[in-house]
């Protein structure tokens, strides 16, 4: 991949991207208060697609390097990329990742939560709980001033701290009017390495942590990455601006309390 200086976003390019980070929110909510014993994943895609297309906006990953769907949806030891089917039905103590994005108005907004299907393991009730604490460390990184693995050693220092393991073959990235833009965003790394974060840069922060070895492996449908030892992983994302005084999640509605997401409920 190339290494371009990583584009700046301008005011009226973060209003624009504003609204597609709260488009994006809102249909991962709808997508959570549908998921339940017995919905099929397929189920759950279609309802993001109608759901983003009643907003005007448009799904990010449909058709994306040839994704056949709308959402990624990984469940248990699936990690990221699960192609959604009519053939996978949801179970009481799935954990389920929603991964999804929508383009508007020439941006992109991406986001993902984990949310636990009725009553979950002990273990995968903190994995899930874990891994949005580490995107959140992330994102408490993502200041102007700070260097770029600033951001992995804050997410990697909280995901380990819990016992768990994070993913490397699969990075956060910076976006705008390309899904995925410069620069790559390890989960992992050095303190105080890295390009320097400058306002303006904005970054879809993406925590993968699994609950055993890091180790990743892909199925033969060329697309769901699952843990190398089957135990389960969470995925949590947000887009994030840079800003002179601080980040900014595009992807979560002023008055939400950041570090909720997912246990909010029905919209
Ligand atoms: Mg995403
Ligand atoms: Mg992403």
């Not at 089917?85 to 954990?95: A, F, H, I, N, T």
């Not at 991406?110 to 299907?117: E, G, K, N, Q, R």
């Not at 997410?155 to 956060?172: M, N, W």
């Not at 990235?173 to 390495?193: A, D, F, K, M, S």
Request: hydrophobic share 40%; net charge negative.
């Amino acid at each position: 991949m190339s290494r371009r200086a990583p584009e700046l976003k301008g005011p009226a390019d973060l209003a624009i991207m504003r609204q597609a980070g709260l488009i994006v929110w809102e249909v991962i909510q709808a997508m959570i208060a549908a998921v339940r014993p017995g919905a099929t994943t397929a189920e759950i895609d279609r309802l993001a697609e109608h759901e983003t297309r009643r907003r005007g906006a448009t799904p990010a990953f449909k058709g994306y390097r040839g994704f056949p769907a709308s959402l990624c949806i990984s469940v248990n030891e699936e990690v990221v990329h699960g192609i959604p089917s009519e053939q996978r039905s949801l179970r009481e103590g799935d954990v389920v990742s929603l991964d999804f994005g929508v383009f508007m108005g020439g941006f992109y907004g991406d986001s993902a939560v984990t949310v636990p299907v009725g009553q979950v393991a002990p273990e995968a009730a903190r994995l899930i709980d874990a891994t949005r604490a580490a995107m959140h460390a992330g994102i408490g990184a993502a200041r102007a001033g700070n260097r770029l693995h600033d951001i992995g050693h804050a997410v990697q220092r909280v995901a380990e701290g819990a016992g768990f393991s994070v993913v490397r073959d699969f990075v956060g990235h910076g976006i705008g009017r390309r899904l995925h833009e410069e620069p790559q965003v390890p989960n992992y790394g050095t303190e105080g390495t890295g390009v320097r974060l400058k306002p303006g840069m904005v970054l879809a922060i993406e925590p993968m942590v699994n609950a055993g070895l890091p180790e990743v492996e892909i199925l033969d449908d060329g697309w769901t990455a699952i843990t190398l030892d089957r135990r389960p992983s969470a995925h949590f994302e947000h887009t994030v601006a840079i800003g002179p005084e601080g980040p900014t999640i595009l992807t979560l509605p002023d008055g939400v309390p950041p570090g909720r997401e997912g246990l909010l409920g029905d919209p």
